[in-house]
């Protein structure tokens, strides 16, 4: 267990063992406890009092499956809180097979300096120049980072617009075949990465330093359990591998919550031309991939491979969250488009969501047309090319919305929503309004409560109760690296057991069922804390005005949760 410390200022790079204070924490525990701790909370997110810090899980590097995700925390540029934006890939299990805790990136380099920050297959890092790829895309600078590092290496980079300090930047992580496919797109960052003067954190695969597991035994065959309940659950069993994130569009349409031409509508008109069984035949019809393992120990395969109609790779992996926000949000119902800005917005370095709603408000406001797919490829283009209009859209839907004096704008403490209106889902309202990192659609998302039938979406009873147990269990899971997709498995008894069982064989430890949701509620205090101290209060804990005054089509309803609810969410 170590902690890599940069400081960019002066090129100090210290590995140290984890201090006692931060023992036993991983992922997104690590990197908000680390932040609130050593960050001061009114500082510029931008400037050298900020911290970056790389946290994989504490399961990552384990052989227990989808247990790949790193969590990367600052204080957001785009929010103004604390922030963690957690990322798939490969990197979060590269670290753990060197016992790598945490990298911990301090202070900023000097104007116009940039570095490329490695770690070899021993462990050892280096701060590499790297004027050379001022400026580069993601995809041309992790194909030439495979080339000058080897192909087993796992890469997170930023693009221009990271570069460019904007405040939707995001942190592009490579998958399995070395692209750079996934992000840790929410929260701005990629400004973060761009302001200290890194373009890239280049990690070998090969390390064996792993930390030891107490019982080796124990962990192998809880791990095996723990696999065949993510097999067994319907959702990470049998739906994402067939469809894919993709295949929530049909039922989040027929709940009337797919928020539609910037959240004016609760159905989107030709809905079906964008869902998980429309892409899953094109890319099949085409020669790709629509069960694609993107991620390292990857069980569940939710990942595609979109390709051009001459069967060319275009981008992967087309999720729910980007089809909307590229999609319902712009009403553009053609897949081919909603995957080129898809991939525009990973090559330049934004986050899709916050990018889809940029462009969504600008559409609602006027400056173009909802359905014109090529008039969004040329606005995000702009985004690269550092425009006037461009920078403006590259931090995100709040500063569009503002630019363009529009009223309509869908974001909470400045990030955009997700792809589920609060409106007709009155437990993501919740979610929404209090995630102590702006509006989320990871935090705690209610969905699975309905879809399952065990709450009234579109009623106020129980949803302050359903959202506040989605953030615990989320901010526990965040810590652990495992994936969001196969922490259903958690909720099947099986599932559970085989996972707490895991944790203690790996730290040697008798953590009971209680033990996890205390360690999620440690997680959202701390955060809270921070925000407070940055000037947080319960006022920023609300929707904007227009979702509790327009009502949603096709049910006509207004969020319904008030302010008092909303304010004892986290009576804990």
């Known amino acids: 267990m170590k902690f890599i410390r940069v400081n960019m200022s002066n090129k100090a ?48 590097g384990t052989t227990l499956a989808n247990t790949s ?42 104007h116009g300096e940039l570095y490329i920050f490695r770690v070899d297959e021993n462990g050892d890092a280096t701060l590499i120049p790297a004027q050379e790829y001022k400026g580069m895309r993601t995809y041309a600078l992790a194909e030439k980072l495979l080339e000058a590092y080897g192909e087993k290496t796992s890469v997170l980079c930023i693009g221009p617009a990271g570069e460019q300090k904007l405040t939707a930047a995001s942190i592009q992580s490579t998958d399995v075949d ?10 701005g960052l990629g400004a973060v990465m761009g302001v200290k003067g890194l373009k890239a954190i280049v990690v070998d695969q090969r390390g064996n330093n792993a930390d030891a597991l107490a019982d080796p035994e124990t962990f192998k065959e809880a791990a095996k359990t723990f696999a065949q309940a993510i097999k067994n659950h319907p959702f990470s069993g049998r739906m994402l591998p067939a469809l894919g994130t993709a295949g929530m569009v049909a039922p989040i349409n027929s709940m009337g919550a797919f928020p539609t031409l910037n959240a004016t509508k609760g159905v989107m008109d030709g809905w079906e031309k964008i869902g ?32 051009d109609k001459e069967g060319k790779y275009v981008t992967s992996s087309l999720e729910y969250e980007t089809i909307w926000s590229m999609g319902g949000m712009t009403g553009i119902d053609d897949l081919d488009t909603i995957a080129q800005l898809d991939r525009l917005c990973d090559d330049i370095g934004v986050d899709t969501m916050d990018t889809g709603v ?11 047309n909802f359905g014109d797919g090529q008039a969004a490829i040329e606005m995000v283009e702009e985004i690269g090319q550092g425009t006037e209009f461009g920078r403006i859209l590259g931090n995100g839907a709040a500063a569009v ?11 909470v403490k400045g990030q955009s929503i997700a792809a589920y209106d609060p409106r007709a889902m009155q437990g993501n309202a919740v979610t929404y309004a209090t995630s102590p990192m702006g509006a989320d659609h990871t935090a705690g998302n209610v969905v699975g409560e309905y879809m399952g039938g065990a709450l009234d979406p579109l009623k106020p009873e129980g949803q302050v109760e359903a959202s506040r147990k989605a953030q615990i269990a ?41 033990d996890v949701p205390a360690l999620g509620i440690r997680v959202l205090k701390v955060e809270r804390e921070f925000n407070r101290k940055a000037g947080f209060t319960n006022e920023d804990d609300r929707l904007p005005r227009f979702f509790y005054e327009e009502p949603l089509p096709p049910h006509n309803k207004v969020v319904l949760i008030s302010d008092r609810e909303m304010d004892s969410t986290f009576d804990f």
């Open 178 to 187: 070395g692209r750079p496919c996934r992000a840790a797109g929410r929260g």
């Open 69 to 110: 995700r790193v969590s990367i925390g600052a204080k957001s540029p785009l929010t103004g809180t604390i922030k963690e934006s957690n990322a798939g890939g490969t990197v979060a299990a590269a670290l753990g097979h060197l016992g790598i805790t945490a990298i911990v990136f301090e202070g900023k380099a000097p």
């Open 474 to 514: 989320m901010a526990a899971v965040d810590c652990t690296g495992l994936c969001l997709l196969a922490s259903f498995a958690l909720t099947t008894p099986e599932g559970g057991e085989a996972f707490l069982k895991a944790m203690n064989a790996k730290f040697g430890t008798e953590l009971g069922p209680d």
């Open 401 to 411: 919305g503002k630019h363009l004096n529009h009223h309509r704008v869908p974001v």
């Open 276 to 307: 998980g069984e429309a892409l899953a035949q094109m890319i099949r019809e085409r020669g790709g991939n629509p069960s694609h393992m993107g991620c390292a120990q990857c069980i569940v395969h939710c990942s595609n491979e979109f390709v």
């Open 358 to 368: 940029a462009l969504a408000v600008a559409m609602d406001a006027g400056h173009k």
């Open 13 to 60: 790079v210290n590995v140290e063992d984890v201090p006692q204070e931060y023992l036993g924490l991983g992922g997104r525990g690590l990197t908000s406890i680390m932040i609130n701790a050593e960050v001061p909370a009114t500082c510029d997110p931008l400037g050298p009092e900020n911290k970056l810090i790389v946290a994989p899980g504490l399961l990552s």
